[in-house]
Every structure is written in structure tokens, then in C-alpha cells.
């Protein structure tokens, strides 16, 4: 349903996506791992349709996001990292605007709205300017923002932060259920217990290259890890900070 | 414990003013060259006007440097009140809003040095515009006084107090205020406050005529006069101290006294300042943490325009509202609306004012001049409306570009909405004020319709070369709308602007010029060929104006990365 074909991003002579291809398929729930400044964010972006890539092409389904960027961005939701919000707007006037770019309106829309405000708990707060609203209650809304038009695909960068665990617990059997039903979810995330836990294949990003890609047991065969967690796998092929040094910074100051 | 230097508080702050500045110097000469030019013109303007003024009242006697001093007292006394708006204005965000406060606040520095350091920050945000506009009036006072090569530095040390002075009061009342009501409705209130003060202040200055000081004939006797040069001045206003400092030095009667109460009296307010600031600080800075507007009237847009805008397709309907909703929900941007209607007061009262209909041929003439001319000072009425609302329209997308980028939404849908949301208000205001005009003007129908077509066609190319500009040079960091205006794409879209009004003036005129000659010779007035010609000309470039800044615009919207 996702396709990357030798996708590069280029800032001046600064390569930040470096040839990467990979195939996520319907049903399937893709995690994207990587230390700061790896390039996920990047590719995200230009998998939403936000940048434009240096090479390469991005297929939703069949239909090049850049090429053909309206088809392609029907069938695509998308929630990034750091979300701005129209400060202006009800929340339930946001998810009403979101699906006008989307082209729906009527009845059926207004009921997809209730719906979800009622799923994450934000009903009492339709009415409210988004302004007034804390920072999961923002994140919430743009998770709702990225289902109100029924997406095929979401693409979706850190989804957990600033959820408190209720959301992010409702927010991890969305996802599943929508995975279930056929749906494809390609999400970046640091915590890798949530990687671990609800992602079919991950890939591991670093310098913008993909140095790792399969199934977290794959990937422990792969490196010859043994039964390690992702977490160590992460640091392994990521080369991770190296203990001493953390606990010299850390007490620093005695 | 240590306390940083109030240097080191500040640092962020001008380490990023020189950044900023190696940045611009790193884009080329083009943008420095053409804002100092643009600033030299105004500065020459501004001088020329007063020393024109100021020789005229020096060649009358006795009463010469009365009206010089009255006219100074003037100038100070409306300096010092936009200087108090503005700073209470400014102390908002540098004292309560700002991002860094977070960090200066939970870090270990004292009350003193944050309170010095915010109120140099908001000295300097709502000063500085003020004292360059000083410059060239202070000049023009020492050219013509021979104030001699000490002017400069004592009108410097004048002038800095004056500027203390204001802020330390504005930060006063804004501290006052938020410790009354929250931070954020306190911003919404001040800004109309300040802008229905402001708008009254260019309204009274207007509507009293203030010309009437520099033709004496025009009253009825010398008692008159003397009673209008007498009336606003007390002897407690720190820019009557000034006047007097200043012209006291011009006159050669220097007395230190005016000099050391404004240093005194500024002393003495910083640190009742600073006492205030310690006592209230803490508490209205945690109020300002809360507040937000929260209950919104949301159906009311659905059911009225909704209801009009229904025959659009969905996502241009709700773009188009969503705009809509965000300005009038945004007192910040709806408030500047009291400016404009002042804007449009004033001009009114000045077409009014004109001293025209004496004889029945040069009234003609004139007429015709004056409703023809007012087509290019309409268009720059137009043009700063323009630049204040449609030109930021695109850099106030920046931040949700991300959901637009990612969502279907055609980027001529965007453009399309942004523009039509921007040009058929501004269309309404160009065919009142035209109208208003010629009607007041008692202008004959050739020129009423020549009149209200051209504005047309001049707002639908204004509009766009608004939104094609803002593309161009967007500002998408920037959140506060009113700053877009002023940034080098504002100048850049006014410069080009100016250079299609003349244009189309030109082009026009020589078509205006064939009617005008046919009624000055009696003659009936046909419209040929020649004169056809120079409007298909006029309307040639008001099309190109509209279709090429559009269609560049959307190409630079397209390479748009975020």
C-alpha cells in the first residue's frame, strides 16, 4: 500500500534520506526506530506530500504522491510530531475543516466527528477553541483529525507523545483494529516497548540509510543478538552511548 | 550566591539581533540598499516638511519660536502617548507571554535584573520606530535654529529619558492590568483600546485642522490665534519639559532645570518601577499562565455564510469560512478595522476640505485633476489595507502547512480562497471610497465611471500582488500578523504596487486628458480610437498585475518546504 523506491532527500550537500526503499502492505503495522536526527521525520514528510524529495518516488497505492498528489493524498492521514493547530477554531470546527480538504461533508461526517470526540473523550470540549485546550487533548484532535476522512493509510510521526495511558493505550487498539480491517500504519516512535509490542516489521534508520529492516525476531538473527530486547538491538546497530561517559556526565556535578 | 550580569540575561537577545544581522548580510546588498533608501526618503520627507515649516515660522516675529516650541510640544506630547500604548502593549508579550520567561523564571535570577532586563527589551521593541522618526525632526529644529554640533548629543540626552519614561509607565499599567484580568484578555482588550486611541488621536488631529496654526489669517483676530497656540500645555507633561530643554538650547536661553527633572523624574520611575514590579510580578505572572477564550459561537458562520458560500465546493467553502472565523475570532486582527474606518473618515474629511467649485472652468479642471489623482491615492489606501491583511495571508498558513501539504486540498483552491477572501471586502471599500469621493467632488458621469472601473481593476491586481508577494517572501516563523507588513516583502509588494498605480495613472491619463481638452473647448466629447487605446493599455497592465503575481505565487507555494 506504501511504497518508497530509492527515496533521497537532499539539504544542500547535507543528505538527510540516503536511497531508501522499502514496501509496507495492507494489514500491516510498520515501525520506523532510529536516533535523533536519523531521517525519519524527513520521510514522513515527503510520504505525507509535505517535502518534496531530491530522488525517487512514493506510491500510496498505486498513485505517486507527487505525481498524482491529490488521488494519493485521499487515501492518506497523517499525524506529525509537532502539530499546529488553528488556535481560532472548536475542535469539532477543525475535524469539520479537515474533512472539507478531504471533500466529505453532510450528515455522515457529523456523526464520524461525534464519534470520535466521544472515543477520546474530548465530547464536552466540541465547543471549545482549541486554544483552551492541553497539549494531549491537541494530540488527540489531530489523531482524530488524521481518521475523520477513513484514511487506507496513516502515516504517523512519535504518535505516543504527550498522551497520558489511557490515550495512548486506546490509541495502540486503534491502530490494531485499523491494521485488522486491512488498514497500513507506518509510524516513527522512540519508545520501543511500542515498537516492540505492536509492529509487525520495523525498520532501524541511521545518517538517513535504513541499516535494518524485518521483523524484530529478524533482525535479532540477523546481528546474532540471541534474545536480547529491542532496546539493546537498538543501541547495537545504532552504536549507543557508551555507559561510562552517561554516568560521568551524570555526576558531574558531585 | 552569584547573580549573571544583566548582559548575560539579555544575551539570547542580541546574540540573535546580531545573527539575524550576519544572516541579512549573508542574502547580498539588494534588501539593505533598498530599505535604507526607502528609509532616507521617508527621513527626507519627514525633514523637508518640518524645515519648510519651521523657516516659515522663524521669519515671523516674536511669535515664531512660540509656534516652533507649541509645534515641538506637539510633537512630543503625541509621541508620548503612542509611546505609552505601545509599551503597555509590548510589556504584555516581553513580561508575561514571551517564550523565554519559562526559563528566566524557574532560573535562579532576581526580580531586579528581570524586571531591567524585560523593561529594556520593551523600551527597545516600542521605541525604536518613534526615535528614528525623531531624527530627522530634531534635525530640522537644529538646521534651523544653528543649534550648532552639541544639538545632537544633547537632544540624544533629552530625548532618552523621554523614551524611559513611557515604557516604565506602560509596563506599570500592563502589570497593573494582568494582576486584574488574565494575560490573554488583557491582550485582546488593549489592543482595542489602543487602536480605538490611536484611531482617535489621527481623528482629533485631523478634524481640528491643525493647518489653521500656519495661516494666521484665518482667524478672526491676533487673540484667537494666541488662545489655540496656548491651549494643551501643562507644565507636569515630561514632554513639555523637553520642548522646553530643547528649544531652550535653540533660543540660547539654556536652563537645566527642564533636563534635570526628566533624568530625575526617570530615575525616580524606574524605581518605583522595579518596587512595583517586585510586589506584583510573581502573582500576575501566574494569572497570565491561565485564561484562554474557551466559549465560541460556531454556528453562526455555518448558518449565514455556510448557507451563501453552499454553491462552492466543499473544501474552498470551509477555507473560505475558516478565514473568515479566525479573523473575526482574533481581536488582534478584527480590532485594526477601527483603524481603517478612521482611515477612511480622515480621507473623506480631506477631499471635503479641498478648496474646490470657485469658477465654473478652473473648477472643472481641477475637479477632474483631483478625482483623477485620487484614483492613485485611493489605490494606496488600498494598497496599505492590502499589505496589513491579504499579504500575510499565505505566512499565517506556515504553521499548518503540514495539513494542507498533506491533505488533497489543490494549492489554487488555497490561493483561490485566500484571494477572493481578501479582494471582495477590499473591492466594497475601493467603490465607497471612489464613489464617496466623486460624489463629494461632484465629479460629471466620464469620470465617475472611468473612477470606479479603474478601482476595480487597480483593487483586483492590488489583491493579488498582495497574495502573490506574500508567497514570495512568506514569513512563516513570525506570529504576530501585524509584523508581516513591515518585513522586506511588505516594502517589496508597496514598491511595486506604487510602480502599477503610475503606470496605469499614466496610461490613463492620457485618455483623461483628450475628454478634459474636449470640455475646456466645448467640444463634444468622443471616445475614439486614441482614447480606447490607452485604456485597453490601462487594462492590459491591471490584468498582468493580477494573473502574474497569482501565478507566481502559486509556483513558490508549490516549492514550499516545511
Not at chain 2, 530599505?35 to 515649516?53: D, M, N, P, T
Amino acid at each position: 500500500m506504501i511504497r518508497l523506491e530509492n527515496l533521497s532527500k537532499l539539504y544542500g550537500s547535507f543528505v538527510a534520506v540516503d536511497d531508501i526503499s522499502l514496501t509496507v502492505g495492507r494489514g500491516e503495522l510498520y515501525g520506523f526506530l532510529g536516533p535523533n536526527g536519523a531521517g525519519k521525520t524527513t520521510t514522513l514528510r515527503i510520504i505525507a506530500g509535505i517535502l518534496r524529495p531530491s530522488g525517487g518516488r512514493v506510491l500510496i497505492g498505486e498513485d505517486d504522491v507527487h505525481r498524482n498528489p491529490l488521488v494519493a493524498k485521499q487515501r492518506l492521514g497523517f499525524i506529525p510530531d509537532r502539530p499546529f493547530v488553528y488556535e481560532k477554531l472548536t475542535g469539532a470546527e477543525f475535524l469539520r475543516f479537515v474533512a472539507g480538504l478531504y471533500g466529505q461533508e453532510g450528515d455522515g461526517v457529523e456523526r464520524r466527528i461525534a464519534e470520535l470526540l466521544e472515543v477520546f473523550e474530548l465530547t464536552s470540549w466540541r465547543d471549545e477553541l482549541v486554544e483552551a485546550y492541553s497539549h494531549g487533548m491537541r494530540q488527540k484532535l489531530i489523531i482524530s483529525s488524521a481518521l475523520v476522512h477513513r484514511p487506507a493509510c496513516i502515516v504517523v510521526d512519535e504518535p505516543m507523545v504527550g498522551l497520558d495511558p489511557k490515550a495512548a493505550r486506546l490509541l495502540k487498539d486503534i491502530f490494531r483494529q485499523f491494521v485488522a480491517r486491512g488498514g497500513t500504519v507506518l509510524m516513527s516512535t522512540h519508545t520501543l516497548e511500542v515498537a516492540e509490542a505492536m509492529c509487525d516489521r520495523v525498520a532501524i534508520m541511521q545518517h538517513g540509510k535504513i541499516v535494518a529492516e524485518g521483523t524484530v525476531e529478524a533482525l535479532r538473527r540477523q546481528t546474532a543478538a540471541g534474545n536480547v530486547s529491542l532496546e539493546e538491538l537498538f543501541l547495537r546497530l545504532t552504536g549507543g552511548p557508551r555507559a561510562r561517559e552517561l554516568a560521568e556526565v551524570l555526576g558531574g556535578n558531585e | 550566591m552569584n547573580q549573571p550580569s544583566l548582559g548575560h540575561v539579555l544575551q539570547p537577545k542580541w546574540r540573535t539581533a546580531l545573527q539575524r544581522l550576519r544572516e541579512e548580510r549573508a542574502r547580498g546588498p539588494g534588501r539593505p540598499i533598498a530599505l535604507a533608501l526607502v528609509g532616507a526618503v521617508f527621513w527626507l520627507a519627514a525633514y523637508g516638511v518640518l524645515y519648510r515649516i519651521l523657516r516659515y515660522f522663524r521669519g515671523v516675529e516674536e511669535l515664531g519660536p512660540l509656534l516652533a516650541g507649541k509645534l515641538l510640544g506637539l510633537v512630543l506630547l503625541s509621541f508620548v502617548s503612542i509611546l505609552v500604548l505601545s509599551n503597555v502593549v509590548t510589556a504584555l508579550s516581553s513580561f508575561f507571554l514571551a517564550r523565554d520567561l519559562d526559563l528566566l523564571v524557574s532560573a535562579p535570577v532576581d526580580w531586579l535584573r528581570l524586571y531591567l532586563a524585560k523593561l529594556g527589551e520593551t523600551l527597545l521593541h516600542s521605541s525604536w520606530m518613534v526615535a528614528l522618526t525623531a531624527v530627522p525632526i530634531l534635525t530640522a529644529y537644529g538646521v534651523i535654529y544653528h543649534g550648532g554640533w552639541l544639538f545632537g548629543p544633547y537632544a540624544v540626552l533629552t530625548v532618552f529619558p523621554l523614551l524611559v519614561l513611557p515604557a516604565v509607565l506602560g509596563t506599570a499599567i500592563t502589570l497593573v492590568l494582568v494582576n486584574i484580568f488574565p494575560a490573554r484578555r488583557t491582550r485582546d482588550l488593549l489592543s482595542i483600546i489602543a487602536l480605538g486611541a490611536a484611531g482617535g488621536v489621527v481623528l482629533l488631529l485631523r478634524l481640528v485642522r491643525p493647518e489653521r496654526l500656519a495661516r494666521p489669517e484665518g482667524f478672526r483676530n491676533l487673540l484667537d490665534f494666541i488662545t489655540v497656540l496656548r491651549t494643551p500645555t501643562s507644565p507636569y507633561l515630561p514632554s513639555e519639559w523637553a520642548t522646553q530643554a530643547i528649544m531652550g538650547h535653540l533660543t540660547g536661553s539654556l536652563d537645566p532645570l527642564p533636563l534635570a527633572l526628566l533624568w530625575t523624574t526617570a530615575a525616580a520611575f524606574v524605581t518605583l518601577g522595579a518596587l512595583l514590579h517586585r510586589e506584583l510580578f510573581a502573582t500576575g505572572y501566574t494569572k497570565a499562565q491561565e485564561g484562554a477564550e474557551r466559549f465560541v459561537r460556531g454556528e453562526f458562520w455555518r448558518r449565514t455564510l455556510g448557507l451563501v458560500l453552499r454553491p462552492l465546493p466543499v473544501a474552498k467553502r470551509e477555507f473560505v469560512l475558516k478565514d473568515i472565523k479566525l479573523f473575526f475570532r482574533d481581536t488582534t486582527q478584527w480590532s485594526q478595522l477601527i483603524l481603517l474606518a478612521v482611515l477612511v473618515v480622515v480621507y473623506l474629511f480631506n477631499i471635503k476640505a479641498l478648496p474646490l467649485h470657485r469658477g465654473e472652468d478652473v473648477g472643472f479642471f481641477y475637479v477632474t485633476l483631483v478625482s483623477f489623482l485620487n484614483l492613485g491615492l485611493a489605490g494606496f489606501v488600498l494598497a496599505s489595507i492590502a499589505a496589513r491583511f491579504i499579504f500575510p495571508a499565505v505566512s499565517l498558513e506556515g504553521r499548518h502547512m503540514w495539513l494542507l501539504r498533506s491533505s488533497p486540498l489543490d494549492l489554487r483552491s488555497l490561493l483561490w480562497s485566500k484571494y477572493w477572501v481578501g479582494t471582495l471586502p477590499l473591492l466594497v471599500l475601493a467603490l465607497v471610497l471612489t464613489t464617496a469621493t466623486n460624489v463629494l467632488l461632484e465629479v460629471r458621469p466620464f469620470m465617475m465611471i472611468v473612477g470606479l472601473v479603474t478601482i476595480c481593476a487597480l483593487t483586483l491586481a492590488i489583491a493579488a500582488l498582495a497574495l502573490g508577494f506574500g508567497a514570495l517572501y512568506p514569513q512563516f516563523e513570525t506570529e504576530n500578523a501585524a509584523q508581516i507588513p513591515t518585513s522586506f516583502g511588505g516594502l517589496v509588494f508597496m514598491m511595486a504596487t506604487i510602480t502599477l498605480l503610475g503606470a496605469v495613472i499614466v496610461a490613463l491619463w492620457q485618455a483623461v486628458y483628450q475628454y478634459v481638452r474636449a470640455v475646456y473647448d466645448r467640444r463634444v466629447v468622443v471616445v475614439g480610437p486614441d482614447m480606447i487605446f490607452w485604456f485597453v493599455v490601462a487594462a492590459a497592465i491591471c490584468a498582468a498585475a493580477t494573473v502574474l503575481p497569482l501565478w507566481v505565487g502559486l509556483r513558490r507555494m508549490e516549492r514550499f518546504e516545511f
